[in-house]
C-alpha cells in the first residue's frame, strides 16, 4: 500500500488496521526521523477488530534514492517476469535491491535476523527477501462501446494484464487506455499462451473475425462473446464450417442470475465470470505441477 501527504493507494484489507497504519506512514512522512518502522498489531480489542491473529508491519519511506530499485521492479512487472525484492534494515535505514528469479519458484517472503537465520514473522528482522510474481495472465478486450467501456472500467482492477483495443480512430479520445488499429483482428495472436479473450465490438462481422482468430489459437482460456444464444448459434455454425471447435464459445458474456442489459450490470457479471474461470485454472495448474 502507498500513502502520501494526502493520498493512499491500494489496501492491505481495509478497517481500523489500515487506518492506523495510513497515521503512522504520515507520521513517518513528517518527522523525517528514520526511513523504516516495524510495528506489531494485535487483532483484537486494541484496534475494535473481532478478527483474531497478529500482525508485523513494516513502514517504509520512498524518497529520490529509491527511484532506482522502483524502475527496476517496474520493468518487471510490466514485463511480467518474476523477480526478487531484497531489502536490510541497519539503524532505522532501509537499502532495497531487485534481481531476477526463477519462474518456476513460488511467490513469497522470506525473513532473516541479524545473524542471517531465518525467522518467523513475529520476530524482529533485519533483512526480506521478497519473491514476486507479477499478474501473467492477459486479458485482451476488443469493443470500446457502452459495455467495452463498463467492462474495461472493472477489468483494471481484476488479476489481468489488461489491453483495450477498438478499430474506430474516435475511440483514442474517448479513452488513452485504448490501442486504435486499422485492423484489431492482429492483436490476437500477439497475446501470451492462456491469454483471456473479450470480444463486444460494434459489429458482428468483426466479432466473427475476432472469435474465429481466438478459437484458431487453440490456447485461449477464455473466449467471451456479447450476444444472445441466437447470435452464438450462428457464430458456431459458421465456424463448424470451417472446421474450427467452437464449444468454449461462451456468448451470451455475463449470463446468470444477472439479467439486466445495462452495461455496467453487464461488466459486473462478466468480471465475475473471468474471475471464476481464472480461479479454476490456476488450481488446475497447481494441481498438475503438485
Not at 475511440?171 to 492483436?187: N, Q, Y
Not at 500477439?190 to 473475425?209: C, I, K, N, P, R
Amino acid at each position: 500500500m502507498i500513502v502520501s501527504e494526502e493520498a493512499s493507494f491500494g489496501t492491505i484489507g481495509g478497517g481500523n488496521l489500515e487506518l492506523q497504519l495510513t497515521d503512522q506512514a504520515r507520521r513517518l512522512i513528517a518527522q523525517n526521523a528514520v526511513d523504516v518502522m516495524q510495528q506489531d498489531y494485535p487483532l483484537g480489542p486494541l484496534l475494535a477488530q473481532c478478527c483474531g491473529g497478529h500482525v508485523r508491519v513494516l513502514i517504509e519511506r520512498l524518497s529520490g534514492e529509491s527511484r532506482s530499485w522502483l524502475s527496476a521492479a517496474t520493468t518487471a512487472e510490466q514485463a511480467g517476469t518474476a523477480y526478487l525484492l531484497e531489502g536490510r534494515i541497519v539503524e532505522g535505514c532501509i537499502s532495497r535491491s531487485v534481481s531476477p528469479a526463477s519462474p518456476d519458484a513460488e511467490a513469497g517472503v522470506r525473513l532473516y535476523d541479524r545473524a542471517g537465520y531465518a525467522v518467523d514473522r513475529k520476530a524482529e528482522w533485519c533483512r526480506i527477501v521478497e519473491h514476486i510474481v507479477p499478474v501473467a495472465t492477459p486479458l485482451y478486450l476488443f469493443g470500446a462501446g457502452h459495455v467495452g467501456s463498463a467492462i474495461a472500467h472493472i477489468a483494471v482492477t481484476l488479476p489481468f494484464r489488461f489491453q483495450w483495443f477498438d478499430s474506430r480512430p474516435e475511440a483514442a479520445m474517448e479513452d488513452p487506455r485504448i490501442t486504435v488499429r486499422k485492423d484489431i483482428v492482429s492483436a490476437v495472436a500477439e497475446a501470451g499462451h492462456g491469454a483471456f479473450f473479450l470480444v463486444v465490438t460494434h459489429a458482428h462481422e468483426l466479432d466473427y473475425s475476432l472469435v474465429r482468430a481466438v478459437l484458431s489459437r487453440g490456447d485461449a482460456r477464455f473466449c467471451g462473446l456479447i450476444g444472445s444464444a441466437t447470435k452464438r448459434a450462428r457464430f458456431v455454425s459458421r465456424l463448424a464450417r470451417e472446421n474450427i471447435d467452437a464449444r468454449d464459445l461462451v456468448c451470451p458474456i455475463g449470463a446468470g442470475a444477472i439479467r439486466s442489459k445495462d452495461p455496467a450490470a453487464i461488466a459486473v457479471g462478466v468480471a465475475a465470470e473471468l474471475l471464476v474461470t481464472l480461479e479454476a485454472v490456476t488450481r488446475r495448474t497447481s494441481i498438475q505441477m503438485s
